[in-house]
């Protein structure tokens, strides 16, 4: 992380926090904060780097929708997350797999692995709102 978080810095300082390799590091740090389940320090990164993102290179640049799915794993992941969470979740993963079926197709493996990380945000979105 400590490393991560470095190369993060040094980016932003020579390229800028809106250079696509800065935003990429972005999400380094977020999928390590995931790992680490400091879940909440791991979305606020990740919101904050799919908004850069968005606006810089657009959402239907790669990392966009890579940041998308990271921040998506950072409430399916977490097993604390809230309906609330969830929801959020599931309307940035339509996105991403509504834009990867039209920019790369159905059969592309992005475009199934957004596919599947929809499907799991929304079995636990439905197991969150009815418990068993």
Known sequence: LVLEREIFARRVATLG????????????????????????????????????SRKALGTQHENSLTLGETYSESSTDNPDAESDELRVAETIMQDVVKTRRRVYGPTHPGTRHSEAQLSLVREQLSACENPA
């Open 17 to 52: 926090a809106s250079h696509q390799k800065a935003i990429l590091s972005g999400n380094n740090i977020g999928h390590i904060l995931i790992k680490l389940r400091r879940f909440p320090e791991a979305k606020t990164l990740l919101w904050e780097q799919l908004a850069r």
